[in-house]
Structures are given as structure tokens and as C-alpha cells.
């Protein structure tokens, strides 16, 4: 959630999923599935190469034109 105005009800975790995070909740050897605006696939998809993530291990999908 990176949109979310300090007035939301919203108590989750805020912020841009970063490799940090991703070491903080994905198990050993995930699958990775990425959906959404193809800047958002590519920049994922650049986290999970620098933390050197097999490529068979990211499956991706891009959603255009919102």
C-alpha cells in the first residue's frame, strides 16, 4: 500500500515491496507470481533478480491501460 492517506482506516503495512520484505515473508523456495501495470511486473521482477531468484521461479502477467 503506497496510497493510502494517514486518515485510512488501512493498519496493515505501508510502503513498496522491496527485497527486504520479500525475505520477510516468502518461505525458502516460493514461487513468485506478479500481476499488475507493467512498471510494477518490471520493477518486482528486478527485486527478485537482484536477490538472484531463479527466473523459472517468477511468473509474470501485465495488466495495460487502466
Same mark, same amino acid.
Given at each position: 500500500?503506497? +496510497?493510502? @492517506?494517514?486518515?485510512?482506516?488501512?493498519?496493515? =503495512?505501508?510502503?513498496?515491496? +522491496? &527485497?527486504?520484505?520479500? =525475505?520477510?515473508? &516468502?518461505?525458502? #523456495?516460493?514461487?513468485?507470481?506478479?500481476?499488475?501495470?507493467? &512498471?510494477? *511486473?518490471? &520493477?518486482? @521482477? @528486478?527485486?527478485?533478480?537482484?536477490?538472484?531468484? +531463479?527466473?523459472? #521461479? *517468477?511468473?509474470?502477467?501485465?495488466? *495495460? @491501460?487502466?
Amino acid at each position: 500500500m503506497t +496510497d493510502v @492517506g494517514e486518515e485510512s482506516e488501512w493498519n496493515g =503495512r505501508r510502503g513498496r515491496i +522491496d &527485497a527486504a520484505m520479500v =525475505r520477510e515473508f &516468502a518461505p525458502e #523456495s516460493p514461487v513468485f507470481y506478479i500481476c499488475g501495470p507493467p &512498471a510494477m *511486473v518490471e &520493477a518486482m @521482477g @528486478g527485486i527478485l533478480k537482484s536477490m538472484n531468484i +531463479d527466473e523459472e #521461479s *517468477v511468473k509474470t502477467e501485465e495488466f *495495460v @491501460g487502466y
